[in-house]
């Protein structure tokens, strides 16, 4: 066997977009200076917690990591996916950290993907696993994934810091994604959402629905804000709640935004010591809050909301080699960075064309066919 060649990389910046493509894309990785400036260097638990996983999922991985943790080789393997698979995700991050991933990995795999992931489902960090449910997966239909075998389950509620929550995902097999052209955001019809909590009183909940609709209603009479609250060990091994909104628009997109209100983890209350304690925001705040920013989301436009950008980018690349046309809000940093990677790892460039009329952003790319290009990683 010939000496294996590296792409180096440097910096702890989209570490786990980074490991996606280069499985995507069969290509070797070594990472320097991962958190190297930092009080404490190196991967952090839920990046390790990761790396892990995605050697569950795949098959002939290679991961060298050096003692502080700041260095990391990755050969990819072969994205297998498989059935009855368990993660026990880091308590660092939600279960939102590892979720869009594991759907771009099995949506490419040999098998169908089944996998129960525990730890924490609602943060105020991670997109929570209510908005994959109502916004990401109805996404994926754009791109030609079948709704058979696409499902998301909440088998149980985990807020921070001790989680406790567990879902079960499962991600059909795709030939390839279908390229799209998607401008038309639409008018908003309706909005949908839902509030959880988990080890305090369910009024908590009603004075989240009351205030959010206090805010929509002058606007839009269809809104419905379901609820959702958990008692013994369906609730998880914490104190907490929240809400998640998704607005419905005619041309079928879907924009939504979330939180969660919760005590803090063990690193974020080692931060704050030398700090006042923060008081964590009422219900009626938490509802006021995420109406106001889902109004500011359906201002800026664009088929998806800011945190989709990334994802909905990724799998314009990853379609056949024809041409994908979708209509955005202002670009986020997350998007920036991902077509950076697009870039970097796939060769796909996006032509980018602001609209005046209307403040949104055209992007447009030749997908990279990637069926073909995967045929190495078999």
Not at 106 to 111: D, T, Y
Request: hydrophobic share 35%; charged share 20%.
């Amino acid at each position: 066997m010939g000496k294996i060649s590296y792409k180096k990389l440097k910096g702890s910046q989209n570490l786990r977009q980074r490991l996606v493509l280069a499985l995507l894309s069969s290509t070797p990785v070594h990472i320097e200076d991962i958190h190297a400036e930092e009080t404490w260097p190196g991967l952090r638990p839920h990046e390790v917690s990761f790396i892990r996983l995605l050697e569950k999922v795949c098959d002939d991985c290679s991961v060298e990591i050096n003692d502080t943790g700041t260095k990391l080789k990755f050969k990819p393997g072969i994205v297998m996916g498989g059935r009855n698979l368990v993660h026990e995700c880091s308590l660092s991050r939600a279960i939102g950290y590892y979720l869009e991933p594991l759907i771009v990995l099995g949506l490419f795999a040999k098998k169908p993907l089944n996998i129960t992931l525990k730890g924490i489902t609602n943060d105020s960090k991670d997109p929570s696993v209510d908005t994959f449910r109502s916004t990401t997966l109805p996404m994926l239909k754009h791109f030609g994934v079948p709704s058979e075998g696409l499902d998301l389950e909440i088998l149980s509620r985990g807020s921070a810091p001790q989680g406790g929550g567990e879902v079960l995902l499962s991600v059909p097999v795709v030939q390839s994604l279908t390229a799209v052209t998607w401008t038309d955001e639409g008018m908003v019809k309706r909005i949908r959402g839902i509030t959880f909590s988990t080890r305090v009183a369910v009024q908590f909940e009603n004075t989240m629905v009351y205030a959010a609709r206090g805010i929509f209603n002058p606007f839009l009479p269809d809104v419905h804000i379901f609820t959702d609250h958990r008692q013994g060990t369906q609730a998880g091994k914490s104190p907490g709640y929240g809400i998640s909104l998704v607005a419905e628009t005619t041309s079928g997109c879907c924009i939504s935004t979330d939180t969660a209100v919760s005590y803090s983890r063990q690193e974020e209350t080692a931060e704050l010591e030398d700090e006042e304690k923060k008081e964590l925001m009422s219900p009626e705040d938490v509802g006021v809050q995420m109406a106001t920013v889902l109004l500011g989301e359906i201002e800026q436009g664009g088929v998806v909301d800011s945190t989709h950008q990334g994802l909905l980018f990724l799998l314009c690349a990853l379609c056949p080699q024809d041409v994908s046309k979708v209509r955005v809000g202002k670009l986020s940093p997350y998007g920036i960075e991902t077509l950076r990677n697009i870039k970097d790892f796939l060769g796909v460039t996006f032509v980018i064309k602001p609209d005046p009329s209307t403040g949104t952003v055209i992007l447009k790319c030749v997908g990279s066919g990637f069926r073909n290009l995967s045929r190495r990683i078999s």
